[in-house]
């Protein structure tokens, strides 16, 4: 199968606003000739973060956007906070610019005094960082994107893009001990929670296309803000409020591998609208649903929340139409705050969507969660979908129908005809991670083995649990997922809320009456 198969097409994208597709053919509208790697771990993307950053010397172009960002947050031990060495770098003269979601209060658990002072750190020492809320009500800027860009040095360019945000919780690795500088959570994950996720390392002519993703945001003229709390507070704190022309867009990055890269998109419809995306765009909404229309044999999912019909409507489509296909997910076993208010709408939005999956896969569906080695519950963050070994997608995306159609959102779909390519890579990688010892066993290879591999590793320690942990703990981080049922009393509030503020729709009314992107 031709990899352009895989690929939106210039007009499946949806939207002809962006820069994205001026910069390609109409018949070839995504790079080819890049190197990917997969950054499984948020202590794995910091150290190689770090060690790029400290690098860079005066002229180099450094762009960022984030959800969240802590200033103080170690990349890598004492010396390595993220705000220090952005600043560190813009005082050697590197040109350091930020887009960081202004958010709500902290009294709401979000994060709008973190970005503030990662912000005026940077700004002390001569970059600049906007507090930006230019999005939906009750949305957000969800990408998370770092750029790096050497005019001397092309060789060095690099694009980091993923589900790892530069804030507290993330700094874990493969053991899964959590964060030193953790982030409260819900109890069961303890003081220092687990945290699994993935960033994607990019280099080649696509970094050129990331770049373009960051400066569509960066020239709009729009305020950055409408709400006059947001304007008052500019003037207390005495935010800047206007964008520093960028200097002009240097050549793409000459070919480095063999990976074709396709940046996927969600922004939503509003006014006044995105001259990027007048119409919005929900290029990743329309990536999966290309990509998992071409699934025969093995779908893999790991992420954050699985939520809504609409798009589990999407997975059970490629279920019905192929009757060997096998899907596994892996997403988190508990919701990542206490709470009736939060955990009720969290369960409410996975439920019928686990429904409808299985109704149209049954055995050939299975859905685990993660533990580490104590049994402490391992909060699932990544973002990432493995189709046939051929295309994958890593992003800030999440199944659900805020993601792919109300926030901003930036994902890569990449495919390479290799095979033994970055997407088997990247699912035989987490196989090992998941499976522990027992993965020598199973032909990961085989679509049927590796589905029984899961299968098999998680009721082993189902088992272990259910008999009161004696004997030695098998091997593994898989356990079954499962979730309360919930009273109709509790179903019918939750899920107001659910569908209003926890999982809401950027769609135009038509295009949510018949469902589509």
């Known amino acids: 199968m031709a990899l352009a198969e895989w690929f939106l097409a210039a007009a499946e994208r949806g939207n002809p606003d962006t820069r994205l597709l001026a910069r390609h053919s109409e018949s070839q509208p995504w790079t080819t000739g890049n190197e990917v790697r997969p950054l499984v771990h948020g202590a794995v993307y910091f150290r190689e973060l770090l060690k790029a950053v400290r690098a860079m010397g005066a002229g180099d172009l450094l762009l960022f956007t984030d959800w969240r960002g802590d200033p103080d947050e170690r990349l890598d031990g004492p010396g390595s906070e993220v705000g220090p060495m952005f600043a560190a770098a813009a005082a050697r003269g590197v040109d350091v610019r930020g887009l960081l979601w202004r958010s709500h209060f902290d009294r709401f658990a979000y994060s709008a005094s973190e970005n503030r002072h990662l912000g005026a750190e940077i700004e002390a020492a001569g970059g600049q960082c906007l507090l930006d809320m230019r999005v939906r009500v009750l949305g957000s800027h969800h990408q998370k994107l770092v750029v790096l860009r050497h005019p001397a040095r092309p060789e060095d360019d690099v694009a980091f893009l993923g589900g790892i945000d530069l804030c507290?919780?993330?700094?874990?690795?493969?053991?899964?001990?959590?964060?030193?500088?953790g982030q409260p959570m819900a109890k069961v994950y303890g003081g220092r929670p687990p945290w699994h996720d993935?960033?994607?390392?990019v280099r080649g002519p696509a970094v050129g296309d990331a770049e373009a993703v960051f400066r569509e945001r960066w020239d709009d003229p729009a305020a950055l803000s409408r709400n006059p709390v947001h304007l008052m507070g500019e003037l207390i704190h005495r935010?800047?409020?206007?964008?520093r022309p960028l200097p002009a867009q240097g050549p793409d990055p000459a070919p480095c591998g063999d990976?074709?890269?396709q940046l996927l998109r969600t922004y939503p419809v509003r006014r006044p609208g995105y001259p990027f995306a007048r119409g919005g765009e929900r290029s990743v909404a329309r990536g999966y649903t290309k990509a998992l229309s071409l699934a025969r044999s093995l779908v893999y999912v790991e992420d954050q929340y699985l939520w809504s019909t609409d798009v589990a409507s999407v997975f059970a489509g490629a279920l019905r139409r192929e009757p060997e296909l096998r899907?596994?997910?892996v997403i988190p076993r508990f919701p990542d705050q206490?709470?009736?208010i939060s955990m009720s709408p969290n369960l409410i939005g996975r439920a019928p969507a686990l429904e409808m999956l299985r109704a149209a896969g049954g055995n050939r569906v299975a859905v685990y969660g993660l533990e580490n080695a104590e049994g402490t519950p391992i909060y699932v963050h990544a973002k990432a979908c493995v189709v046939d070994d051929t295309w994958a997608c890593?992003?800030?995306?999440?199944a659900n129908r805020r993601s792919w159609t109300h926030d901003s959102e930036l994902s890569a779909g990449f495919a390479d005809s290799t095979p033994t390519g970055v997407a088997r890579s990247l699912r035989l990688e987490l196989a090992y991670e998941h499976l522990g010892d027992t993965a020598s066993r199973y032909d990961l290879d085989d679509p049927v083995e590796w589905f029984n591999?899961?299968?098999d590793t998680a009721l082993a320690l189902d088992d272990w649990h259910h008999a009161g942990r004696a004997g030695p703990r098998p091997p593994g981080q898989l356990r079954s997922y499962t979730q309360p049922v919930q009273a109709r009393s509790t179903r019918l509030w939750a899920g107001a809320l659910y569908r209003l503020v926890y999982d809401p729709d950027g769609r135009r009314p038509g295009m949510r009456l018949s469902r589509r992107y």
């Open 259 to 261: 990976v074709s890269v």
């Open 453 to 455: 591999a899961f299968r």
């Open 168 to 181: 507290h919780g993330r700094r874990d690795d493969a053991r899964h001990g959590g964060d030193p500088q």
């Open 239 to 243: 935010e800047q409020r206007r964008a």
């Open 394 to 398: 890593i992003g800030s995306d999440n």
């Open 327 to 329: 899907m596994v997910f």
């Open 338 to 340: 206490d709470g009736r």
């Open 198 to 201: 993935i960033q994607l390392a």
